[in-house]
């Protein structure tokens, strides 16, 4: 720890590509996790529901197996292929097999995860909740581009999250006191559980998901209560003009669903980037009005 008293750059630029390593393990978990959840759920609904005879690949499927391959022509990535954002330049986005397109998405968010690593690291130094705070933010990336592909946010994300937010309160890591965290957790969940059921009652329709709500409480957790009308307030802003220009863009009625865990993790990283600077602003304000 003394290291980084004597030298302040040092976190920071250790944390950036600690990130760029960790965005390229994300672009696997934001791949594969629904695909082991999907293998996992058609296992349970055969063995409850044997006569659905759904088709059950048996091959072993995890984040570590098999090795990364080119989904055009499934050549297993070499070492040297497979540095972040280096590689792709180098390959110019392309196979070094086949050819065919690689995506600028996984570049693209292994920076995204490097870039907030440096935010994080800049903001708030070096401590043992600094590093739970990066930690937080990668679960907060893979949740937020597994709910866009797949309308989806993962049990085995946010619960985690939850339970990790408490627990750090609870061992004195967390600046967030412990009865703030449990109510920042419990309030998340009923927030948006109570809007999901007054949706439901007046219009017959689902509004979001469960994952919603386990994603606002692990906000809670770690962030405490006081920062959940902040959290809420952004995502909402965030996700009516985001969700808007979406819709349009895939040319779809107002009425279809879109996924809103991306609006709360944009809105939990804003609160924990720059929360207290935003409270002590909007205070001046209305002292000032």
Request: glycine fraction near 8%; hydrophobic fraction near 50%; aromatic fraction near 14%.
């Amino acid at each position: 720890m003394a290291v980084f008293l004597h030298y302040p750059w040092l976190f920071p630029m250790l944390a950036t590509i600690f990130g760029l390593i960790v965005g390229s393990f994300l672009n696997v978990v934001i791949h594969r996790l629904p695909i082991m959840m999907e293998r996992e759920w058609r296992k349970e609904c055969n063995e409850s529901f044997a006569e659905c005879n759904l088709e059950i690949d048996n091959n072993t499927y995890n984040l570590s197996i098999p090795r990364s391959a080119c989904p055009s022509c499934h050549t297993p990535i070499r070492a040297i292929d497979n540095i972040p954002v280096l590689s792709w330049l180098m390959l110019k986005g392309k196979c070094r097999q086949c050819h065919a397109s690689i995506s600028a998405r996984y570049p693209l968010i292994e920076m995204l995860t490097a870039t907030l690593c440096l935010l994080v690291a800049w903001q708030f130094g070096f401590s043992y909740f600094s590093v739970a705070l990066l930690f937080f933010t990668f679960v907060l990336i893979a949740a937020t581009f597994i709910d866009l592909d797949t309308m989806l946010l993962p049990d085995q994300l946010t619960l985690p999250l939850v339970w990790a937010g408490i627990s750090l309160s609870l061992f004195g890591i967390s600046p967030v006191p412990l009865q703030d965290a449990v109510i920042g957790a419990m309030a998340g969940y009923l927030c948006l559980w109570s809007v999901y059921w007054g949706f439901k009652l007046i219009t017959g329709k689902e509004g979001m998901g469960y994952g919603d709500f386990k994603l606002l409480a692990a906000l809670g957790a770690w962030l405490g209560w006081q920062y959940l009308p902040m959290i809420i307030l952004i995502s909402s802003l965030v996700g009516l003009v985001f969700g808007i220009i979406q819709l349009r863009m895939q040319k779809k009625g107002i009425d279809k669903a879109f996924p809103f865990g991306p609006y709360l993790a944009i809105a939990g990283l804003i609160a924990m980037l720059w929360g207290d600077e935003i409270l002590q602003h909007y205070y001046r304000f209305l002292l000032g009005a």
